[in-house]
């Protein structure tokens, strides 16, 4: 046969489109033509192809040979397609019995050698694969990322030679999988960070329904370290979103993954531009808020980030993904994060801070203050001020440290109250949820809006009241909120930014 017909799998975004190589062998003089908009690292695998080929001890032959990488209008690059290629061109040779690729996608990048080298983005393709219907033949070194997926045949390799010799005598055995290793996560516990009963309270809620937050307080403090410890008391990722979050490490990290994926906790720097932050680039990749997806995003010393780099945030943090359009691409990346955000009472950092002066003038704390917009603020639901423990030099107060396992079985009961009544944590309650699952009563209601009209709140802003109040007493087990988790909830809403 001088036809050939290999599938595999392209990668935009975190999503991984299937690709077709057809290869054409023809009698003419030897050429070697790539078409369907390859770009030039693909141009590139006709030379580590030919190499790979002949130190395999195949031939590599010496015909006018057409490739051809379908769709056209898709973007392809890497070397991800150098091992389907092989196989094309030996299949149309007839060096290879190509009915056993019928049902397989391939992927890898080929060494001068031979050997297969891993590539990005193989959970995407093997995810892809299942869906339709085959079995993927992958890098012998993404092997175990792979096999996160289950009820998927995976055939790995780790060089071409072997490769063709099993596929010759039809004895391509599936991997089996070693099993990532799944033993319980470990994240740095609350138990490190002494005092701060209240900051550490609402660290609590905050994680039960799901809510952003912001900590105000002069430096040293610990709110970087509290907010470190955030994913401790998460609930464990689950089989699919565990998959999500390796998705995107696959798709931005050149290591292959080896252990169980953590939940996520990112710290970007405020100088970071908005690409870093949300995403971008001429081939658009994940930025910050993607690798946080399911997991942690820390925006310490909020007012110091550029303006216009926060105000993109307020996309993600309503739909939970990003979409990023340039020219040729439009990608859609994933960023349901939880935001947590510190900042200092103001440009030195020691407002009302009793063991150092403040030397900012009002107008300065005003202008500080001011950077960071009203509709940003009313998206984080819990606005707390962290002060200096004065007690936490007490030598035995190790003992008393509250533990992450200890908070962590109290999250898992309140999201588990909110996802049986619900289907969705309190933080994602739409309008009309909010009417049906946040009832009060006749004096609470009047209470409310007695207290938002005095501190004049925004009715977005009372809106994500209600929510924390329905945390607090899901947290309380209580069927219905009372007037002692609104008045908690308001505390939450009474600092003044
Ligand atoms: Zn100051």
Redesign the pocket.
């Known amino acids: 046969m001088s036809l050939a017909l290999i599938h595999s799998r392209a990668l935009v975004g975190v999503n991984a489109p299937q690709v077709t190589i057809e290869t054409h062998l023809a009698s003419g003089l030897p050429v070697f033509n790539m078409v369907g908009l390859a770009e030039t690292s693909v141009k590139e695998s006709k030379d580590r192809v030919r190499s790979a080929i002949v130190n395999s001890g195949f031939e590599f032959p010496a015909r006018r040979i057409t490739l051809n990488l379908a769709p056209a209008d898709l973007p392809k690059d890497g070397g991800r397609f150098d091992l389907a290629i092989a196989l094309g061109i030996l299949a149309a040779s007839g060096q290879i019995d190509s009915s056993v690729l019928d049902k397989i996608e391939c992927l890898g990048e080929l060494a001068l050698s031979g050997a297969i080298r891993p590539v990005q983005g193989v959970l995407p393709a093997t995810i892809a694969a299942k869906k339709a219907g085959r079995s993927i033949l992958i890098p012998l070194a993404n092997a175990e990322e792979a096999s996160m997926v289950s009820d998927i045949k995976i055939f790995a390799a780790d060089n071409l030679k072997e490769l063709i010799k099993l596929i010759n005598q039809s004895e391509l055995v599936p991997y089996k999988a070693a099993g990532l290793n799944k033993k319980q996560a470990v994240y740095p516990d609350l138990a490190d960070v002494q005092g701060q009963q209240a900051a550490k309270r609402a660290l609590l809620i905050a994680a039960a329904g799901g809510h952003n937050m912001l900590m105000i307080g002069p430096p040293g403090t610990g709110k970087t370290l509290l907010a470190s410890r955030l994913p401790s008391i998460l609930p464990p990722l689950n089989e699919q979103q565990a998959q999500e979050v390796a998705a995107i490490a696959s798709v931005t990290s050149h290591q292959p993954l080896t252990s169980w994926p953590l939940r996520p906790f990112r710290s970007p720097h405020h100088s970071a531009s908005a690409p870093a932050l949300v995403g971008g680039g001429s081939k658009p990749s994940p930025g910050e808020i993607t690798l946080a997806h399911l997991g942690v995003l820390f925006l310490d010393e909020l007012p110091e980030f550029d303006r216009k780099v926060l105000e993109v945030l307020r996309e993600p943090l309503e739909t939970g993904h990003i979409v990023i359009a340039r020219a040729k691409d439009r990608v859609c990346f994933p960023a349901r994060f939880q935001l947590i955000a510190a900042m ?8 009302h801070d009793p063991t150092n ?4 003038t009002p107008e ?2 005003r202008r500080y203050r001011g950077k960071i917009s009203n509709p940003l603020l009313d998206r984080i639901d819990l606005h707390i001020t962290v002060t200096r423990e004065t007690t936490s030099l007490k030598p035995n107060n190790k003992q008393q440290q509250v533990t992450s396992a200890e908070l962590a079985k109290q999250v898992t009961k309140a999201q588990q109250i909110q996802l049986d009544r619900q289907k969705t944590l309190n933080s994602e309650l739409d309008l009309n949820s909010l009417n049906e699952f946040c009832w009060l009563t006749n004096e609470d209601r009047l209470w409310l809006e007695q207290a938002c009209e005095r501190l004049g709140m925004s009715l977005r802003a009372a809106h994500r009241l209600l929510k924390v109040a329905r945390t607090i007493a899901d947290l309380d087990a209580k069927p219905n909120i009372e007037r002692v988790h609104l008045a908690e909830s308001l505390q939450y809403r009474s600092t003044k930014i």
Do not use: D, V
């Not at 200092?344 to 407002?351: A, F």
């Not at 002066?357 to 900012?360: F, L, P, T």
């Open positions: 200092n009472p103001c440009p030195c950092g020691y407002l002066n403040c030397i900012c300065q704390i």
